[in-house]
């Protein structure tokens, strides 16, 4: 039962779109009747058996779901205090959290008669995710990329194309993920009737942030029962953490705990350099303030004329100036808190799981584990924290080596 | 009666078509972007549009992206962008000013602020691409109940159904843009524009000026003749972009207006 009044805190968004004063729509009046009617069938979808039926199949046959929740034993005794599950997101098939939202996107686009895919990417993962389901489904796949992303990311570009998509540089702008963002609606105002918009986190317009948190909640599903199978019936996590660029991870793993007040819920932004009016980090709740970007209201990135700053982060996948609005409002009425990690701690703990656990993590994840080295030994030895492990480290080697002062030869 | 109803009430007794155009505020610099601005009355311009620069102009193509990337660089701000208006206004008390621009540095100023800072410049109407229909109670009511006119976008994907919506809480003039997609990219069609002009006027007293696309006298002409006018926006802003002295871009701007008013 939620407190402040509210029956529940998983009721959001209201009919406009609004998780309190963020969220909404606010879209060029070309793309309005797009995501009215995207609205309209999503809603349709969402009670239709048949559509899950086929989710669950692809999530089963095809992703490789559930995700194992893994208890770290060396971890947890290397910390001295809570025990430390981790949620195996990294095995999925593309190796990330993505697909799980792609899969539902794309399988409401086949529904919408649409042929053509469009996605936005910072890291890559998004974009190898709508890439592999689109060639599955025999769709055109247009990937926006930042010019400076496509450099550094150099195996997720040539993934991509291996796939059959179409990888488009994105120079306008500065050249990074907002700006690919950008690009992406500008081609979907111009290719309204074919195309489909596959937003890869839970910001955008709505329905987006709702309906991309419904896709990655399976995430939060599967460890409420896989906890109870491992520590007992009814045995719900303590803490659950998760690392926050746009936030679909973290969404999908608070979302099914939302309305269980002894659950902690911690959300972990990028800290980059140090939280600082220097701006080199991408923590928008604790950095930011709210303003409106992107089809919705949220806590941005800005200086004091509204104008979006850039994010800086070592994990390309976090450097975004925004935040699914849904978080902006769990953070202003206090269900969850929101911490950041700077790009040092989430090196050292990248590190540690390595050679702790023979699990190499995500930069991404690697923030969310930080948090937890710094919280769990001074938890007590029955305190169940579970992490996101939302993403595999194989992407970030070449990130983590220059960081070292390792030479790899390419 | 705001300036923008007096021109188009004027526009119609003398059976003339509006010409409005559009440049960025701030475009590359203020000295430059004013004396721009100074001169469009006289060549012929009935309504100013001026852009306010944003980092992420989602609508815009790369002409006035760039456009507003300069005016950022060179230091632009909203307050900046106000004193251009005072400043044309000090010698100019009847071309009517029509803010373009996107809703994050109204919203960051503060939506009550900027609205009566707006007015006190002399600004009177606003064009805000991110703020559909679903979104009035933000900006666009709160502006009309203080005078400004809130002139709204038609597009060729707002159907029937839609279209009242549209209409309802618009002022000043309907904005239709001619193509699906960004500034400055696809032609204006003049077969297909003026059935769209025509089925929005028979919803609406309201002027219905068209946009996007247009770039030649030519074009200026065919377009104005389907509807109340026509803007030009991205080949005005083209022209200020190679830097060519500020007559030369008026001269280009004289040809635009006149192409609009043979109409």
């Known amino acids: 039962m939620a407190e402040d009044g509210l029956n529940s805190f998983m009721t959001g968004p209201d009919e406009a779109g609004r998780f309190g004063i963020f969220g909404g729509r606010f879209v060029s009046e070309t793309l309005m009747p797009l995501i009215l009617d995207l609205e309209e069938r999503y809603e349709y979808a969402k009670t239709d058996p048949s559509f899950w039926a086929e989710m669950d199949d692809l999530w089963k046959h095809y992703v490789g779901r559930p995700s194992p ?271 950041s990690i700077t790009d040092a701690e989430a090196l050292e703990a990248f590190q540690l799981c390595g050679k702790l656990e023979g699990i190499i993590p995500a930069l991404e994840p690697s923030h969310a584990l930080a948090h937890v080295m710094k919280i769990a030994p001074a938890l007590p030895k029955d305190h169940i924290i579970v992490m996101n492990m939302c993403g595999r480290g194989d992407k970030d080697i070449f990130t983590v080596a220059k960081h070292l002062g390792v030479q790899m030869a390419v | 009666m705001t300036r923008i109803d007096d021109t188009f009430a004027r526009l119609r007794a003398s059976g003339k078509k509006a010409f409005v155009s559009y440049i960025m505020a701030g475009d590359p610099d203020v000295p430059r972007a004013l004396s721009v601005m100074k001169g469009l009355p006289g060549a012929g311009v009935d309504i100013i549009e001026l852009g306010l620069p944003f980092t992420d102009p989602m609508a815009d193509g790369p002409t006035i992206q760039a456009a507003g990337q300069r005016a950022l660089e060179g230091g632009m701000t909203v307050d900046q962008t106000l004193q251009m208006v005072r400043d044309f206004r000090a010698g100019d008390a009847v071309t009517p000013i029509v803010l373009m621009g996107y809703y994050n540095p109204i919203y960051s ?83 297909e524009v003026g059935p769209e002009v025509a089925r929005i006027k028979r919803s609406t007293d309201l002027p219905v000026i068209v946009g996007f696309g247009i770039n030649t006298p030519e074009a200026a002409e065919t377009i104005a003749g389907v509807a109340d006018g026509c803007v030009v926006g991205s080949a005005i802003v083209k022209e200020i972009a190679t830097g060519k002295p500020v007559e030369e871009v008026l001269a280009f701007v004289a040809t635009l207006a006149a192409g609009a008013h043979r109409a």
């Open chain 1, 69 to 339: 929740l893994y208890f770290a034993p060396r971890l947890t005794a290397h910390l001295g205090g809570a025990k430390v599950y981790m949620k195996r997101d990294e095995l999925n098939h593309t190796g990330a959290h993505k697909i799980n939202n792609v899969l539902g996107q794309i399988i409401l686009a086949r529904r919408m008669g649409k042929t053509r895919i469009i996605a936005e990417t910072g890291a890559g993962q998004h974009g190898v995710a709508t890439a592999t389901v689109c060639a599955k489904f025999g769709l055109k796949c247009v990937v926006y990329m930042g010019a400076h992303d496509v450099e550094r990311q150099a195996p997720n570009v040539f993934r991509m194309k291996l796939l059959g998509a179409e990888v488009i540089p994105v120079t306008s702008g500065r050249g990074t993920l907002k700006d690919a963002m950008n690009d992406a609606l500008r081609d979907w105002v111009t290719n309204v009737r074919d195309t489909f918009y596959c937003i890869g986190t839970v910001a955008g317009p709505h329905p987006y942030p709702a309906m991309v948190r419904d896709f990655q909640s399976i995430i939060g599903k599967e460890v409420r029962w896989q906890l109870a199978e491992q520590e007992g019936e009814g045995r719900l996590p303590d803490t659950v953490v998760a690392a926050i660029g746009g936030g679909s991870n973290a969404m999908g793993l608070f979302f099914p705990f939302l309305d269980d007040p002894s659950v902690n819920i911690i959300g972990v932004e990028a800290g980059g350099k140090g939280v600082d009016d220097r701006m080199q980090h991408c923590a928008s709740l604790t950095g930011g303030r709210p303003g409106v970007l992107h089809g919705n209201r949220t806590y941005l990135l800005q200086d004091g004329d509204g104008q979006i700053l850039e994010g800086f982060s070592i994990s390309a996948g976090l450097d975004y100036p925004g935040i699914g609005p849904e978080h902006s409002w769990l953070h202003d009425i206090g269900r969850a808190s929101y911490v």
């Open chain 2, 109 to 191: 100023r503060g939506v009550d602020r900027f609205i009566a800072d707006a007015l006190a410049a002399g600004i009177d109407g606003l064009i805000v691409v991110d703020l559909p229909p679903e979104e009035d109670a933000e900006l666009c009511i709160p502006a009309q109940k203080a005078g400004l006119n809130f002139i709204r976008l038609a597009t060729p994907t707002t159907d029937a159904k839609r279209l009242p919506k549209v209409l309802q809480n618009t002022s000043g003039f309907v904005y239709y843009v001619s193509v699906t997609g960004i500034t400055g990219a696809a032609a204006a069609q003049a077969d």
